[in-house]
């Protein structure tokens, strides 16, 4: 055969179309009882099978690629020629198990395509042959997204919202900006009853504020800040999840309180943390942990029973999520699939305990998951496989 190597197995070539044939007349519901017959066989015949045959099969996976492969079936009569332009075919003397599966997979790709589906990027093959990546599809990022609830307990959905004037407050002006941002304008100095509003990010969101005082804040994913629509007489938020905060210097103190920790400033850089315990790292002036512990920049204090500070090797990692980034510095595996489940809105499975090898990783917020999981798995001893909206960490 002109364009394949000749210690290919024709024989494998010809029972691995057989097979993409089959499963694209599984999927147009026309098997026979036979054919039925022949595709469970070959399911049966290994778990790598029945893994593939999942994948390709796999409604949601069928769904998001509708959306780019609206023309593919014009192509089906190519699909033969396109087969010999996939297949990078710099073998090993012998072929291998693994090879040679991959050359059955891209055929049932190629002709599953033309029944009206493909799923890209099905693994990562590192130079050995060995599977580094293992998913049917791949995780898009979060983005900015977010909910406003005002003084009357209204909830107002900012992602798709247009930009300008979102609600008239009692006491100030809520508008949003092209930077996707909510900003607050004082109308009346005299208010007395001051109205609460709570801005709320889902798992997958992030936004951003400035404050009555001019006090910008960053929420990740998974958080929520209440505030009041005025700062008058005391400066006084409440946070969940992670905020950074880069407070507007004044004689009124700032006050942050956060699952029973009050955090007081002036005019400082900071981020708090309190998805599990409370963490504050200061990066710029200080502040007063419950009213007795001070923290200097490059330090960072964790609040439990007790709380207790110590400067950070690396405390631009604990920030880098503001500024669009993830990063890794010697961090276990658990914390960083934590970030990665809130951030890509994914559940996260452990096949066994975690191991104790900590990574060094870095990625942009932006891309998609499997970006930072290569990444991860070039130290070799964690794997990672995607399935929907599933991650499951393998040894």
Request: proline share 3%; net charge negative.
């Given at each position: 055969m002109n364009g394949y190597?000749?210690?290919?197995?024709?024989?494998?070539?010809?029972?691995?179309?057989?097979?993409?044939?089959?499963?694209?007349?599984?999927?147009?519901?026309?098997?026979?009882?036979?054919?039925?017959?022949?595709?469970?066989?070959?399911?049966?015949?290994?778990?790598?099978?029945?893994?593939?045959?999942?994948?390709?099969?796999?409604?949601?996976?069928?769904?998001?690629?509708?959306?780019?492969?609206?023309?593919?079936?014009?192509?089906?009569?190519?699909?033969?020629?396109?087969?010999?332009e996939k297949i990078p075919f710099t073998a090993p003397r012998k072929t291998s198990r693994t090879f040679r599966w991959m050359i059955a997979a891209a055929v049932l790709l190629v002709v599953v395509a033309g029944a009206g589906i493909f799923i890209k990027n099905r693994s990562v093959i590192d130079k050995s042959g060995q599977e580094l990546l293992i998913k049917a599809g791949d995780v898009a990022p979060g983005g900015n997204k977010a909910v406003l609830q005002v003084s009357d307990g209204s909830i107002i959905a900012l992602t798709d919202l247009q930009n300008g004037i979102v609600r008239n407050e009692p006491g100030a002006v809520i508008s949003k900006r092209a930077d996707g941002e909510i900003r607050y304008e004082y109308t009346d100095s005299d208010l007395t009853d001051i109205p609460f509003n709570t801005?709320?990010?889902?798992?997958?969101?992030?936004?951003?504020?400035?404050?009555?005082?001019?006090?910008?804040?960053?929420?990740?994913?998974?958080?929520?800040?209440?505030?009041?629509?005025?700062?008058?007489?005391?400066?006084?938020?409440?946070?969940?999840?992670?905020?950074y905060f880069e407070v507007t210097k004044d004689k009124i103190p700032f006050i942050v309180h956060v699952k029973g920790t009050k955090i007081e400033v002036l005019g400082t850089h900071f981020n708090v943390n309190a998805y599990h315990l409370v963490k504050t790292t200061?990066?710029?002036?200080?502040?007063?942990?419950?009213?007795?512990?001070?923290?200097?920049?490059?330090?960072?204090?964790?609040?439990?029973?007790?709380?207790?500070?110590?400067?950070?090797?690396?405390?631009?990692?604990?920030?880098?999520?503001?500024n669009g980034y993830f990063r890794f510095t010697h961090e276990n595996i658990k914390e960083i699939m934590d970030q990665l489940g809130r951030w890509y809105s994914i559940d996260v499975v452990f096949e066994s305990n975690p191991t104790q090898t900590t990574f060094t990783a870095t990625a942009k917020r932006n891309e998609n998951?499997?970006?930072?999981?290569?990444?991860?798995?070039?130290?070799?001893s964690i794997h990672f496989k995607i399935e929907g909206e599933k991650i499951t960490v393998m040894p």
């Open positions: 190597p000749s210690n290919m197995n024709e024989d494998d070539l010809r029972n691995a179309w057989r097979t993409a044939a089959l499963i694209a007349r599984f999927l147009r519901k026309e098997l026979s009882t036979e054919e039925e017959e022949e595709l469970n066989a070959w399911k049966n015949k290994s778990e790598r099978n029945r893994l593939l045959f999942e994948e390709l099969t796999n409604e949601k996976n069928i769904e998001n690629a509708r959306q780019w492969i609206t023309n593919l079936e014009k192509e089906k009569i190519k699909s033969l020629e396109s087969l010999k801005l709320t990010t889902p798992i997958g969101g992030q936004y951003q504020i400035i404050l009555p005082d001019g006090t910008k804040a960053w929420l990740n994913a998974s958080s929520s800040l209440k505030y009041p629509v005025s700062f008058k007489n005391k400066r006084s938020v409440e946070v969940t999840g992670e905020v200061l990066f710029e002036g200080s502040v007063r942990i419950d009213d007795n512990k001070l923290l200097k920049p490059g330090e960072q204090a964790t609040t439990d029973k007790e709380t207790g500070i110590v400067k950070l090797e690396y405390p631009a990692d604990i920030v880098a999520w503001k998951i499997s970006t930072i999981l290569k990444n991860i798995e070039q130290d070799g």
